[in-house]
């Protein structure tokens, strides 16, 4: 098992740096997860795709696809490609905290 500090307080990941304890997640280590993983600063569409990934996984169990991102996050394909560099579902389900969805490489 990996650790990693985000926001002061030391978290387990695995091998690929997501959380293996979701709950651990706070809206303050986003900006560093993400520092980390290369996106840079967050803006608005970042954390809406952020928040509607948290919320996916709270009620499913599991994050959203690519595809379902861009049909019902708000944000088009395009643009998820463009805020999460190099896959938009795998990317953001780091940053949000959640495990990496089910179907991502």
């Known amino acids: ?7 002061g307080t ?4 695995n091998e690929e740096g997501f959380f293996t ?3 651990l997640w ?4 986003a900006p ?5 993983a290369g ?3 967050l803006g608005e569409r970042h954390w809406q795709v952020l928040k509607f990934v948290r919320a996916e996984f709270e009620e499913k169990g599991t994050g959203p696809t690519v595809r379902v991102l861009g ?3 708000g944000v088009a394909v395009k643009e998820l490609y463009q805020l999460f ?3 938009p579902a795998k990317l953001a389900a780091r940053i949000a905290g959640i495990p990496k969805p089910r179907g991502c490489i």
Do not use: H, L, N
């Not at 030391?10 to 990941?13: A, G, I, L, T």
């Not at 560093?32 to 980390?36: K, P, Q, R, V």
């Open 26 to 29: 706070r809206e303050e280590m």
């Open 1 to 7: 098992m990996f650790t990693k500090v985000y926001a």
């Open 71 to 73: 049909k019902t996050s």
């Open 85 to 87: 560099p190099k896959g």
């Open 21 to 23: 304890d979701p709950a």
């Open 39 to 41: 996106v840079g600063e």
């Open 10 to 13: 030391e978290v387990p990941v």
């Open 32 to 36: 560093e997860i993400a520092a980390d």
